[in-house]
């Protein structure tokens, strides 16, 4: 299981971008990220992101159907982000 605090990271990432529902970002993005392909499994089978697979990339999005939780998700590992996602 991939660590909460850098699923938190990546979905606030993708928060600050605004990438929620049909507006995504590309994976190459997150490449610093060392989980990214289990982190990005574990929060699409939770439902938390949608996945967009494209012939030359694959984009990831946060489901807006879940935005209250993924913000309290992304507060609770990263508690000094408190009320900075809208």
Known sequence: MAPNLEKAQIMFK???KNNW???YDRTE???RFPNLN?????LSDKGWIIL?????FLGISLNSSYKSEIIEF???QMPYLKGAII
């Open 38 to 42: 289990q982190i990005i499994k574990e």
């Open 21 to 23: 529902g049909n507006k």
């Open 74 to 76: 992304i507060e609770t």
């Open 14 to 16: 993708l928060a600050r």
């Open 29 to 31: 993005h997150f490449k």
């Open 52 to 56: 967009y697979k494209k012939s030359r």
